[in-house]
């Protein structure tokens, strides 16, 4: 038998079992449960939202800064959006996502969109959490006064009503073979969101 040949077979099983591993880690990272976890760092047009939880609670100055804020155009909204990650126990393999491009949904309107440019690795039955930077103007998507922009705000940032937020996201994984990127993208919410 040629030498060729040789190589040949001997490097059919190698390839065919990193095909499988890859395929493996494929479907470990299609089992793994997002979710959105928490909101910190918020603000509204430099008005922090911590410990407020409604209008009312604002001062005279933050109303007014609000109103400037409407009349020159400009609401802009800051949070850190934590999206959890889960790898459930029965995976054996670690899933690790080395990018995400996702989109921010409030109200089922679609907002603003970025790539999260980061290295997570989540381990079976274990929990990872990571940032997603948002950065909004509530007057380029909702119309509305103050008083609603800042309600809609609140309820974004976990501290208002619920309000009806998600993230559509398309994670990648590294594998073997290089990286793979979800064939569609998912959508995470949340019942519960807050600080």
Do not use: H
């Amino acid at each position: 038998m040629k030498p060729s040949r040789w190589i040949y077979l001997l490097l059919v099983p190698i390839l065919l079992s990193s095909g499988c591993q890859t395929l493996q880690q494929v479907a470990n990272l299609r089992k793994l449960n997002f979710a959105l976890d928490r909101v910190a760092d918020a603000e509204l047009a430099g008005i922090e939202l911590s410990g407020i939880r409604s209008y009312e609670d604002l001062s005279a100055s933050d109303v007014a800064r609000l109103g400037v804020a409407l009349a020159d155009g400009d609401m802009p909204l800051t949070f850190d959006l934590f999206v959890a990650a889960e790898n459930p126990e029965e995976n054996n393999v670690s899933a690790r996502m080395v990018q995400m491009d996702w989109t921010f949904l409030m109200e089922d309107k679609e907002t603003i969109s970025g790539n999260l440019e980061e290295n997570f690795v989540v381990s079976p039955g274990e929990t990872q959490d990571f940032p997603v930077r948002i950065e909004l103007d509530l007057v380029d998507f909702f119309d509305g006064n103050a008083r609603n922009l800042f309600d809609l705000a609140l309820a974004a940032a976990g501290s208002g009503e619920p309000q009806n937020v998600a993230l559509e996201a398309q994670p990648t994984i590294e594998t073997e073979l290089g990286p793979i990127e979800y064939p569609n993208p998912i959508t995470i919410t949340s019942r519960d969101l807050g600080d």
